[in-house]
Nanobody, 123 residues
Framework: QVQLVESGGGLVQAGGSLRLSCAAS????????MGWFRQAPGKEREFVIG????????YEAKFVRGRFTISRDNAKSRVYLQMDRLKSEDTAVYYC????????????????WGQGTQITVSS
């Protein structure tokens, strides 16, 4: 089992930045690919960005367009999401997730989830 807890959500103006953190506990954090997903009201949960356990490679959804950066600190069992140039359409609940797969970008492939943290971007 892996327990995930997100923090760092809140309200930010369009064009601003925000940094999310996800703390993991349980099994060996370094053996999991970590991902961030988001879900806006009335929409399905969608993949945002991920970082693999098998090489530390990062990959992102097309809508990110280089605005977001994911990083991990295996010694601290944490993964971070730095979000810059935020837009109103980035408003959503953001979830941290873990999978034992090397690479995954769909929700069913992730086994463990945090409770989510709200990001609201005002225009």
């Amino acid at each position: 089992q892996v327990q995930l807890v997100e923090s760092g959500g809140g309200l930010v103006q369009a064009g601003g930045s925000l940094r999310l953190s996800c703390a993991a506990s349980g099994r060996t954090f370094s053996s999991y690919t970590m991902g961030w997903f988001r879900q806006a009201p009335g929409k399905e949960r969608e993949f945002v960005i991920g970082i693999t356990w098998c090489g530390g490679h990062t990959y992102e959804a097309k809508f990110v367009r280089g605005r977001f950066t994911i990083s991990r600190d295996n010694a601290k069992s944490r993964v971070y999401l730095q979000m810059d140039r935020l837009k109103s359409e980035d408003t959503a609940v953001y979830y941290c997730a873990a999978t034992s797969n090397c690479h995954a970008d769909n929700a069913p492939s992730f086994n463990y989830w945090g409770q989510g943290t709200q990001i609201t971007v005002s225009s």
